[in-house]
């Protein structure tokens, strides 16, 4: 269930025509919903102001929600592409911030274990703003088996006995390895992984969120890529 014009507009452009369009009165009177049913050509179903609140996962319905078959993935998470894995986030807001993270540094593909929120849960959608669409998602994964097979460098983030991210040497590809939001990473997850980093911190702050510690290593590797890459 996808909530909103802008999740129903990225759905459209990555995927599709989506299943069908469920519409409020409120809605239907909407010029950029209509715009869009117009352009995605799906099956519309109007419902009553009181049923579609029912529905609604938020406090102030946007209109309009979109059914869309998720996408299945016939093939295993791939040992050699550049990935974020993500070792027991439980909070579906930092999992959909997570995933716009690694969308927007060019990562293609996450693999999440099975004590992470559900990737395609209404918050996490939300918070992903559409970046489930653009990515491999692969749920339920064992990070340790996973990360063994990995064929380039996997990077755990950790305080202890860890390099700095910018003094740390790593070649593509990248498996970078967060943990959870209160423990971090399991012990044998963190075991499975290659390299250590942490991100320098001269403040009193002791860490960093889930979520800004992910979009610093992510961006730090962006910064090196662009830099190494010949002038256009």
Request: proline share 6%; with cysteine; net charge negative.
């Amino acid at each position: 269930m996808l909530e909103g014009v802008h999740l129903a507009e990225e759905w459209l452009a990555a995927h599709g025509r989506p299943e069908v369009a469920l519409l409020s009165p409120q809605g239907h009177a909407n010029a950029d919903i209509m715009a869009w049913l117009n352009t995605a050509e799906c099956a519309a179903v109007m419902l009553a102001d009181a049923l579609f609140r029912e529905l609604s996962g938020t406090e102030t319905p946007a209109g309009l929600i979109v059914i869309a078959t998720l996408p299945t993935l016939a093939t295993p998470p791939a040992t050699d592409r550049d990935t974020l894995a993500l070792d027991g986030v439980q909070d579906p807001g930092n999992l959909g911030c997570l995933l716009r993270n690694a969308a927007a540094a060019g990562i293609a593909q996450v693999v999440l274990s099975a004590d992470c929120a559900e990737a395609w849960s209404p918050k996490a959608l939300r918070a992903g703003q559409g970046a489930q669409f653009r990515l491999r998602l692969y749920e339920d994964v064992d990070l340790p088996a996973f990360l063994r097979m990995f064929q380039g460098d996997t990077l755990a983030t950790a305080l202890e006995d860890a390099a700095s991210l910018y003094s740390a040497r790593w070649r593509h590809p990248l498996a970078w390895v967060m943990g959870s939001e209160g423990q971090g990473l399991r012990p044998e997850t963190l075991a499975a992984c290659r390299q250590r980093v942490r991100i320098p911190m001269p403040g009193a702050t002791e860490s960093l969120n889930v979520v800004a510690a992910a979009a610093v290593c992510l961006f730090e590797m962006t910064r090196r890529d662009l830099a190494a890459a010949p002038p256009v």
